[in-house]
């Protein structure tokens, strides 16, 4: 059973934390700038322990841009975001492990790979987020529906 805890933020607040992570993860690619993919690790670790509502780019962007123009609320589900974070933060942790540890130029495609996904979030398809749903509702494993009686072909 899925355990959710929804809360609300501006939605161009979301979008904006969104497209700016995705944006740093790629600048960090082009430019192999281990300085940004580290400030990627810590805007991750930081969004992980404040929640999204408090989440410093989600707040930087609710304390700014947002009180000159703001944008409709979006509910989200808080422990679905927050696995998200803990994801990307393992991620760009692991991508950084590979730069530094690995230090070769191909070591670099970790973090190509890591933009790429980071890109298909932020436009609006969250695996992560997918991943927590299909994980918490039990609906990952196609044998658990057979047997759960929700395929029609048993019927």
């Known amino acids: 059973m899925t355990s959710y805890k929804i809360v609300s933020v501006p939605s161009a607040a979301f979008a904006f934390c969104r497209y700016s992570l995705a ?80 230090n070769a130029n191909w070591a670099w495609y970790f973090v190509l790979a890591f933009a790429i996904l980071k890109t298909i979030s932020a436009v609006g398809f969250c695996p992560a987020e997918k991943l927590y749903n299909c994980i918490t509702n039990g609906t990952c494993c196609v044998i658990k529906k057979k047997t759960n009686g929700n395929d029609p072909s048993h019927q």
């Not at 192999?32 to 993919?37: A, F, P, T, W």
């Not at 589900?77 to 692991?94: D, P, W």
């Open 23 to 102: 944006l740093f993860v790629w600048i960090s690619f082009f430019r192999h700038s281990k300085v940004v993919l580290s400030v990627v690790c810590v805007l991750f670790l930081l969004s992980a322990i404040l929640k999204v509502k408090n989440a410093p780019l989600v707040w930087l962007y609710s304390a700014t841009f947002n009180k000159i123009k703001p944008s409709e609320e979006v509910m989200l589900n808080q422990h679905a975001i927050y696995f998200a974070h803990v994801l990307g933060l393992i991620l760009s942790v692991l991508c950084l492990l590979a730069v530094c540890l690995i």
